[in-house]
């Protein structure tokens, strides 16, 4: 038998006592034997494994099974160091809608929804979620100012449109409630 038709088989094996009891996971293990079989019968990956020496060959093995078993388990201790990444597979704690909005101010008093996103696209979420903790914590206030005169600048320079100030406002509504509830958390002139 070839070596990675040994790589799929013992991956699947290893797999396998995890994934009986459980049938979601059976299903996973059946279509990514479905996947990964073109891949094990193509004499191309095939001659280049054949290629690779030994201990390599040993390697890709293990971290092919260790990864199929971290897939297929639903535990955080057993998928170590796998990372867990749940997505839309968890119940949010709170029953509120939550929301932030930045806020230009223009030299000659117009409103502007300044999106962060596309003044810095690459870290969009990490600067919102990083702003909300910034608002909430006393301790963060000159960071918070610090980084609401940082957009505010990007927003000129990339729009050429000269700001007064920015504010973020935060916004809340119970779920199922179409009452919404703005407050006022940050204030910051622009120079």
């Known amino acids: 038998m070839r070596p990675m038709t040994w ?10 006592p995890l994934a009986v009891f459980d049938p979601p996971a059976f299903l996973q293990l059946v279509l990514l034997a479905a996947v990964f079989y073109p891949l094990v019968r193509n004499k191309r990956f095939q001659q280049f494994l054949q290629q690779l020496p030994r201990h390599y060959q040993f390697g890709l093995i293990v971290l092919f099974v260790l990864l199929l078993a971290g897939h297929l388990t639903r535990s955080k201790q057993r998928t170590f160091p ?10 949010v704690q709170t029953n509120l809608v ?22 810095y696209p690459s870290v969009y979420r990490g600067l919102v979620i990083r702003l909300k903790w910034m608002c909430l914590s006393e ?15 990007e927003y000129q ?3 050429g449109i000269s700001l ?7 916004h809340w509504r119970p779920l199922g409630s179409e009452e919404q509830t703005t407050e006022l958390i940050a204030v910051e002139p622009i120079p």
């Open 139 to 153: 301790e963060e206030q000159p960071l918070l100012r610090q980084t609401i005169r940082a957009i505010g600048n």
């Open 98 to 119: 939550q929301s932030y909005t930045v806020i230009g101010i223009t030299t000659e008093g117009t409103f502007i929804e300044i999106n962060p996103n596309h003044l």
């Open 164 to 170: 007064r100030e920015v504010r973020i406002y935060y």
């Open 7 to 16: 790589l799929l088989l013992l991956g699947l094996l290893a797999s396998t």
């Open 157 to 159: 320079k990339q729009t």
């Open 82 to 91: 796998f990372v867990v990444w749940p997505m839309y597979g968890f119940v």
